[in-house]
Antibody, heavy 118, light 107 residues
Framework: EVQLVESGGGLVQPGRSLRLSCAASGFTFDDYAMHWVRQAPGKGLEWVSGISWNSGSIGYADSVKGRFTISRDNAKNSLYLQMNSLRAEDTALYYC???????????WGQGTLVTVSS | DIQMTQSPSSLSASVGDRVTITCQASQDISNYLNWYQQKPGKAPKLLIYDASNLETGVPSRFSGSGSGTDFTFTISSLQPEDIATYYCQQYDNLRITFGPGTKVDIK
């Protein structure tokens, strides 16, 4: 069974940093691209970033480009999101998601909540 | 960037009704269009991929169609457990865009 477990969320002041982690199990991690998707309270889904299986291709939403960095450690079956210069508008539930065999998000974690507030 | 629109933004229907949601892309995305269901307090769940393929384990009352820029998602007979928000999503070269969502509830 595929499991994705996010961690690292919490309350942080504007301008500070936070690193999210996603621990993956139940599948061959280095066979799949992975993504971060966020959802602000009461709002819709917003894609944040994606990374190919070998980290050779990476993409970011314009809203986080230059502030967030996605990475993965295939030896540890883990996905990361380094978030710097956090803003109030980054407050959201952050989901880790695994691509399927095609261009869709087949499995999702339960999310980790990031709150940016002074 | 490719933009996605959905309509309606919300709808209310009776149990057993046929429900249709449309999604439009700002440019041709072939059939790279997926549909997700999100129930309150839960993570999104993939229902339809590549415009018309039903994900394993998803009830057959859910279906999708379309290609290019115009897509349709249908629930053939609405059930109480289908109360959720539905999102379309496109994928273009490791960049993903979601539609704004359609909230479905029971009349």
């Amino acid at each position: 069974e595929v499991q994705l477990v996010e961690s690292g969320g919490g309350l942080v002041q504007p301008g500070r940093s936070l690193r999210l982690s996603c621990a993956a199990s139940g599948f061959t991690f280095d066979d799949y691209a992975m993504h971060w998707v966020r959802q602000a309270p009461g709002k819709g889904l917003e894609w944040v970033s994606g990374i190919s299986w070998n980290s050779g291709s990476i993409g970011y939403a314009d809203s986080v480009k230059g502030r967030f960095t996605i990475s993965r450690d295939n030896a540890k079956n883990s996905l990361y999101l380094q978030m710097n210069s956090l803003r109030a508008e980054d407050t959201a539930l952050y989901y880790c998601a695994k691509e399927g065999s095609g261009w869709y998000l087949e499995n999702w974690g339960q999310g980790t909540l990031v709150t940016v507030s002074s | 960037d490719i933009q996605m629109t959905q309509s309606p933004s919300s709808l209310s229907a009776s149990v057993g009704d046929r429900v249709t949601i449309t999604c439009q892309a700002s440019q041709d995305i072939s059939n790279y269009l997926n549909w997700y269901q999100q129930k309150p307090g839960k993570a999104p769940k993939l229902l339809i991929y590549d415009a018309s393929n039903l994900e394993t384990g998803v009830p057959s009352r859910f279906s999708g169609s379309g290609s290019g820029t115009d897509f349709t998602f249908t629930i053939s007979s609405l059930q109480p457990e289908d109360i959720a928000t539905y999102y379309c999503q496109q994928y273009d070269n490791l960049r993903i865009t979601f539609g704004p969502g359609t909230k479905v509830d029971i009349k």
